[in-house]
Every structure is written in C-alpha cells, then in structure tokens.
C-alpha cells in the first residue's frame, strides 16, 4: 500500500541556518510529489510539486526538494530559514489515476529560534 | 493563485444538531473536491472525494449517512456532519482540484474547526 513517512516529527533550527525535511515514500510506480506547509489554525498552502522530468523542483518562500527515485525520498530544503518558516510541513504523494486523492505524512513541526 | 474558501471557518453547536460546511473554489471551476478531517497534532485523514453531479465516495471507515456530502455545481461542496457528537470535534479542511492547471494539483481552503459541546 501507499505510504509517506516523515521521519522527523519535530525539529528546531536557528534563522539563517539551513534546513532539510525528510520525506520518504511507498509507491509502485513514479508518484506524484508535494510539499505542503500549515500555520496553526490555517489550511495549507503548496510549496512545490514535482510529476516528471527535472528531479530538483524549486518552490514558493525559497523552498526545493530533490525527488529521489533510488531512495524513495523527496526532501525538502531551504538554505536560509526565517523566522516566519516556522510552521507544520507536510509530504503528500498522490495516486496516479486515483482522481488526485493525497496521502499525507504525519508532518513535521519546524520551529526557529533566534 | 487558485483561491478556496471554507464557511463558517469555526462552529461551536450542541451536541445532536447537524452543521453544514461550505466549500468553495472561488477561481476556478473544480469537479473534484474532496474532505479531510484533521485531529490536533496529527495529519490530515481523507474522509471522501466529492465529484460534481454524482455520489462521493467515503474512505473506510467514513460514514457516510453521518458526514453528508453534496458537490451541486462546480464551484461548491458542502459536507452535513449530521447528529453531530462531541467525538466530531475536528479541524475539517477541503481542498479542490484545478483539472486545467495540470495533473493532481489540489488547493487546499483555510479550514473549518468544529466543536460539538
């Protein structure tokens, strides 16, 4: 069955220093790819998709995740954190010729600290 | 950006009452919708996949007398939590997918956090 693993439940980083998310997955055949980012109490908001074709996607806020079909991972990246990144992040993979139905991650919580 | 909106976006009611949410793709025209349902904490659960003009189909487990859905244009679904209960107290977040914006693309509303007393 379908799966997304986020490894990392919470994680805290400094601003201005880098940060990577960890998104693994289960899937037969070549997904489909997104990063997604929730505020608290907000819905949430795509950072960036990857279908086909280049494996390196760039995104919205300075984010890119590298899709990584030997590991099975798509991770997520941002060289600079700001403040304003904290949030919960999540990596959904859709089914190819489900209607677009999304497995989410269990998400991971991105704090920053001054 | 492909803009979705949800209605009320909080709703305190008794418990036995039914309430209604709205969602809306304000933008563009979406003949999927689909319901999730998160807890505090947690990820979103898929709770059924609205499509416009015909039935939803429930992930195992949904009830689907309980959580009624009706996709009747191509700009809103609205999901009934009927008889609602203190354990339906949830954040209930729809999204909607742009057909014309490439393949599987959802946009997700701001959600609607339900509290049954």
């Known amino acids: 069955a379908q799966s997304v693993t986020q490894p990392d439940i919470h994680i805290t980083v400094s601003e201005g220093a880098s940060l990577e998310l960890r998104c693994n997955y289960s899937?037969?055949?070549?997904?489909?790819l997104f990063w997604y980012v929730q505020s608290p109490g907000q819905g949430l908001q795509l950072l960036l998709k990857?279908?086909?074709?280049?494996?390196l996607v760039q995104g919205i806020k300075g984010f890119e995740a590298e899709f990584k079909r030997s590991q099975s991972s798509f991770n997520l990246r941002k060289p600079s954190v700001h403040w304003s990144d904290a949030a919960e992040y999540f990596c959904a993979v859709g089914e190819v010729g489900q209607g677009g139905k999304l497995i989410f991650g269990q998400g991971t919580e991105l704090s920053v600290k001054p | 950006g492909a803009v979705v909106s949800q209605h009320p976006s909080r709703v305190i009611c008794k418990s036995g009452t039914s309430v209604k949410i709205e969602c809306r793709s304000l933008?563009?025209?979406?003949?999927?919708m689909f319901w999730y349902r998160q807890f505090p904490k947690q990820s979103l659960m898929l709770m059924a996949t609205s499509n416009e003009g015909s039935k939803a189909t429930y992930e195992q487990g949904v009830e689907k007398d309980k959580f009624l859905i009706n996709h009747a244009s191509l700009t809103l679904s609205t999901l009934t939590v009927t008889s609602a209960h203190p354990e339906d107290s949830s954040f209930y977040i729809c999204?909607?997918?742009?057909?014309?914006?490439?393949?599987?693309?959802?946009?997700f509303g701001p959600g609607t956090r339900l509290l049954v007393l």
């Open positions: 990857y279908f086909s074709g280049d494996t």
């Open positions: 933008d563009f025209q979406a003949t999927t």
């Open positions: 899937y037969g055949a070549t997904p489909y």
């Open positions: 999204s909607a997918r742009d057909s014309s914006k490439g393949r599987e693309t959802q946009y």
